[in-house]
């Protein structure tokens, strides 16, 4: 399929498994110059590697911690430093565990927001300037069904989802005006390396 996306430059968070992986991976068969980002050093190495030996496609791998502010800045920094632009933003890496209410204190709640709708509202806010500047740019975040249809297990993921909703129809209208589209994409249960483990531990969100 040719969606037009030759020679963009697109960074995935969460990228080196699960749908980060499949996105980015999807994104390089299209030409798209992509930038990988995780935390285990090795497993982003490996995924960069394959993807680059499938594809033939310019594939950056940054390790980054997006709950880290210098980790995303940095993440920014090199995209910029080695391609120049970053057109397409893919919000991806956040994960929130199951819970039961009464079990979460302050700290561990302020944990589960950070673990998802803050670092995509961190990531968003270092790429924005340089996509506003280009007056272009595209910014799909990753959300799920839990977003509008509550579980018992997945309430803090379902309560970031619904935020990372709301949140993107906000930006969608704030930057329209800049030529940036913002957009979610709220999948249904995927059998992801993470999933797979969670529903093994009886704690599917
Ligand atoms: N799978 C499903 O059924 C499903 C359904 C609906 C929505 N979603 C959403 O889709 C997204 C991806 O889910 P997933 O199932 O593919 O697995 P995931 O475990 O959420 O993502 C795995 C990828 O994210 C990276 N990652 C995790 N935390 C990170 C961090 N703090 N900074 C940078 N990278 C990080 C992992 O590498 P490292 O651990 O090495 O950092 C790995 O590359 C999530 O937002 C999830 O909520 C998933």
Not at 10 to 25: E, K, L
Not at 38 to 52: G, H, K, M, Q
Request: glycine share 8%; charged share 20%.
């Amino acid at each position: 399929m040719d969606l037009g996306l030759q020679g963009k430059v697109a960074i995935v968070t969460g990228s080196s498994d699960g749908i980060g992986y499949a996105t980015a991976d999807a994104l390089a068969q299209e030409g798209v110059r992509v930038v990988l980002c995780a935390r285990r050093e090795a497993l982003l190495a490996e995924a960069r590697d394959t993807i680059v030996k499938k594809t033939g496609a310019e594939v950056l791998a940054v390790p980054c911690d997006v709950q880290q502010l210098p980790d995303v800045q940095r993440l920014v920094t090199e995209t910029m430093q080695r391609f120049g632009a970053i057109h397409i933003l893919v919000n991806n890496a956040g994960s929130v565990p199951a819970m039961q209410f009464t079990d979460v204190d302050d700290a561990k709640w302020h944990q589960m927001l950070e673990g998802k709708l803050l670092s995509y509202i961190r990531v968003t806010r270092e790429v924005v300037p340089h996509m506003r500047k280009a007056r272009w740019g595209r910014i799909i975040s990753i959300a799920g069904t839990a977003g509008w249809q509550p579980s018992n297990t997945a309430m803090a993921v379902g309560l970031s989802n619904a935020a990372v909703i709301n949140w993107t129809k906000s930006m969608s209208l704030q930057y329209a005006a800049d030529g940036i589209l913002v957009t979610t994409v709220a999948p249904g249960s995927i059998e992801t390396p993470r999933q797979v483990r969670a529903i093994g531990s009886g704690k599917q969100t």
